[in-house]
């Protein structure tokens, strides 16, 4: 007796239902688009009409397809593993038990997969977890098989599989995950409705776990505070609404050390050291990089100075000289360099200042 649950919302039809293909019609063609690049060794066990295949739920022609990526001996035929009983099929094709196999397959696409997609599955299908979640899951398209194999089994989640729809996505979010807590990630990237908050949430724990800025000259003054690490860099830039996020690899090479000004206004304070050793200030923001007031300016010269470090941040281009320089550069782009023309106007984007046409 099968003692495998099943899901009364599944479906398992058979391939002959699916497609409506009259016995007549030439269904040789019909075996190559239900097997792919299996028809071959199917024609063998199954030799032409195929009817005997084309009667089975999609239950069991998948199960034949696994058999064949496997290419597992067991004691019957690869002709006999669409009648023997399905406990016993599944226990030498399978060396683990998983539950609700049956009406995991009939959810799997209606076609037979790739010899890769099927090692994909039993990979997958190690998991009780992913068991579960697959058995809960509506509809199993070959990417999610995919996207599962790539992932680890704590990110086997509907959260995530929501937004994660390509192979590729899942290997980026699996290697940002790798060595950190993927629980915790996982928690994390819970009840996220949007893409855009999913991967804000995963780029924030990217930069949690970037570890440490290398330490910037020690300022003794309590207006002044360190920026320590990345995690803190994003969340003083999403609070000084600037780019200051897009510096995080000078932090971490430490060629650049930052600070935060708090007085009547914020202050972004960026530091670097130059060829012959001496720290200058080289850039000062205030929120949204607009204009602030020049005694708070004096303010945290004064501080800095003290230190033995030198403002030069005038010395650099005013922003609007940076505008009128990235616009020329626009101009020169062709329209093929996407990737240049998006890095050119997130740079000029940056600079501009919210009261900018605000006269």
Known sequence: MNMLVKNPMATDHTVSSALHYPPSSGIADTLKAVVGDFAEDVATHFPYPHTELFTQPFSRIQLLGVRLALKKKC????????????????????????????????????????KNQYLALVRVLESPKTQKFLWQTPEIPSSMIEALDALQPALHT??????????????????????????ALANRLKNKPSRHQFYSE???????????FQQ??????????????????????????????????????????????????????????????????????????????????????????????EDCSQRYMHWIDKISGTLCQLGSFSTDDASGISKAATFALCKIPTSYGEN
């Open 75 to 114: 004691q019957f035929s690869y002709r006999d593993t669409i009648n023997v009983r399905w406990n016993v099929a599944t226990k030498q094709i399978f060396d683990h038990k998983v539950f609700g196999l049956k009406n995991i397959l009939s959810k799997l696409p209606k076609t037979m997969l790739t």
């Open 158 to 183: 509907a959260h995530i599989l929501k937004h994660v729809s390509t192979r590729e996505e899942a290997v980026l979010l699996a290697r940002i995950a790798r060595n950190n807590n993927t629980k």
């Open 202 to 212: 995963l780029s924030d724990f990217f930069f949690s776990n970037l570890g440490r």
């Open 216 to 309: 910037g000259p020690e300022i003794d003054d309590p207006r002044i505070t360190p920026i320590q690490n990345a995690e803190q860099l994003v969340a003083f830039a999403n609070h000084m609404k600037n780019c200051l996020r897009n510096y995080v690899s000078e932090g971490l090479d430490g060629e650049r050390s930052y600070y935060k000004f708090s007085g009547t206004v914020d202050v972004a304070i960026s530091i670097e050291r130059r060829i012959d050793g001496r720290f200058i200030i080289n850039e000062m923001e205030s929120v949204s990089n607009n204009p602030f007031p020049d005694e708070v300016r004096e303010q945290v010269v004064e501080i800095f100075a003290k230190h033995g470090i």
